[in-house]
Protein backbone atom coordinates (compact mmCIF):
# COMPACT_ATOMS: atom_id res chain seq x y z
CA UNK A 1 0.00 0.00 0.00
CA UNK A 2 1.30 3.33 -0.85
CA UNK A 3 1.64 6.12 1.65
CA UNK A 4 2.74 9.46 1.09
CA UNK A 5 3.44 11.78 3.48
CA UNK A 6 3.90 15.78 2.91
CA UNK A 7 5.37 17.96 5.38
CA UNK A 8 7.08 21.48 5.51
CA UNK A 9 4.53 23.94 5.11
CA UNK A 10 4.06 26.49 7.68
CA UNK A 11 3.09 30.47 7.40
CA UNK A 12 5.56 32.58 5.50
CA UNK A 13 5.90 36.83 4.65
CA UNK A 14 5.70 37.14 0.59
CA UNK A 15 8.62 37.43 -0.30
CA UNK A 16 10.07 34.33 1.83
CA UNK A 17 10.84 30.30 0.70
CA UNK A 18 9.78 27.09 1.87
CA UNK A 19 11.09 23.72 1.06
CA UNK A 20 8.30 21.01 1.40
CA UNK A 21 9.08 17.36 1.71
CA UNK A 22 7.22 14.59 0.41
CA UNK A 23 8.42 10.90 1.87
CA UNK A 24 6.77 7.83 0.58
CA UNK A 25 5.67 4.26 1.56
CA UNK A 26 5.36 1.47 -1.08
CA UNK A 27 6.55 3.29 -4.17
CA UNK A 28 10.01 4.04 -5.20
CA UNK A 29 10.07 7.62 -6.37
CA UNK A 30 12.95 6.66 -8.83
CA UNK A 31 10.57 4.97 -10.87
CA UNK A 32 7.59 6.89 -11.30
CA UNK A 33 6.84 10.28 -12.88
CA UNK A 34 6.27 12.70 -9.21
CA UNK A 35 4.53 15.74 -9.23
CA UNK A 36 3.51 18.50 -6.72
CA UNK A 37 -0.37 19.14 -6.47
CA UNK A 38 -2.22 21.96 -4.56
CA UNK A 39 -5.55 23.18 -3.46
CA UNK A 40 -6.14 26.29 -2.50
CA UNK A 41 -9.56 27.20 -0.76
CA UNK A 42 -12.53 27.41 -3.42
CA UNK A 43 -10.42 25.88 -6.31
CA UNK A 44 -9.82 22.54 -7.78
CA UNK A 45 -6.51 21.35 -7.28
CA UNK A 46 -4.02 21.56 -9.89
CA UNK A 47 -0.73 20.20 -10.57
CA UNK A 48 1.98 22.59 -10.09
CA UNK A 49 5.43 20.81 -10.72
CA UNK A 50 6.50 17.27 -12.66
CA UNK A 51 9.36 15.41 -12.57
CA UNK A 52 10.02 12.80 -15.20
CA UNK A 53 12.37 9.74 -14.28
CA UNK A 54 14.75 11.11 -16.53
CA UNK A 55 15.11 14.04 -14.43
CA UNK A 56 13.12 16.16 -17.24
CA UNK A 57 10.56 19.17 -14.95
CA UNK A 58 7.86 21.23 -15.93
CA UNK A 59 6.03 23.51 -13.85
CA UNK A 60 2.56 25.43 -14.10
CA UNK A 61 2.77 29.38 -15.68
CA UNK A 62 1.95 30.92 -11.87
CA UNK A 63 4.99 29.34 -10.33
CA UNK A 64 7.73 28.86 -13.41
CA UNK A 65 10.90 30.66 -12.41
CA UNK A 66 10.07 30.75 -8.68
CA UNK A 67 9.58 26.70 -7.70
CA UNK A 68 12.06 23.96 -8.34
CA UNK A 69 10.89 20.29 -7.85
CA UNK A 70 13.67 17.68 -7.21
CA UNK A 71 14.57 14.31 -5.85
CA UNK A 72 16.57 12.67 -3.64
CA UNK A 73 16.96 8.76 -4.05
CA UNK A 74 18.40 7.74 -1.34
CA UNK A 75 15.99 9.04 1.14
CA UNK A 76 13.22 8.15 -1.16
CA UNK A 77 11.99 11.82 -0.96
CA UNK A 78 10.85 14.46 -3.30
CA UNK A 79 11.17 18.02 -2.75
CA UNK A 80 9.44 21.53 -3.57
CA UNK A 81 11.70 24.39 -3.02
CA UNK A 82 9.40 27.60 -3.52
CA UNK A 83 10.97 31.00 -3.84
CA UNK A 84 9.57 34.65 -4.03
CA UNK A 85 6.31 33.01 -2.47
CA UNK A 86 3.24 35.22 -3.36
CA UNK A 87 -0.47 35.12 -1.69
CA UNK A 88 -1.69 33.45 -4.23
CA UNK A 89 0.36 30.33 -2.97
CA UNK A 90 -1.87 30.01 -0.25
CA UNK A 91 -2.77 26.61 -0.49
CA UNK A 92 -2.50 23.24 0.85
CA UNK A 93 0.07 20.67 -1.09
CA UNK A 94 0.16 17.68 -1.95
CA UNK A 95 2.52 15.36 -3.63
CA UNK A 96 1.70 11.95 -5.88
CA UNK A 97 2.27 10.12 -9.33
CA UNK A 98 0.24 12.09 -11.98
CA UNK A 99 0.30 9.17 -14.35
CA UNK A 100 -1.26 7.31 -12.23
CA UNK A 101 -3.29 8.62 -8.50
CA UNK A 102 -2.74 7.28 -5.85
CA UNK A 103 -4.01 7.66 -2.49
CA UNK A 104 -3.68 11.23 -1.59
CA UNK A 105 -1.67 12.27 1.53
CA UNK A 106 -2.65 14.92 4.62
CA UNK A 107 -0.92 17.50 2.48
CA UNK A 108 0.80 20.22 4.35
CA UNK A 109 -0.90 24.01 4.60
CA UNK A 110 1.60 26.95 2.74
CA UNK A 111 -0.11 30.43 3.90
CA UNK A 112 1.40 33.39 2.55
CA UNK A 113 0.57 36.47 4.00
CA UNK A 114 1.64 39.30 5.76
Known amino acids: QVQLVESGGGLVQPGGSLRLSCAAS????????MGWYRQAPGKQRELVAS???????NYADSVKGRFTISRDSAKNTVYLQMNSLKPEDTAVYYC????????WGQGTQVTVSS
Open 96 to 103: NTPTALRA
Open 26 to 33: GIIFNFNV
Open 51 to 57: LTTGGWT
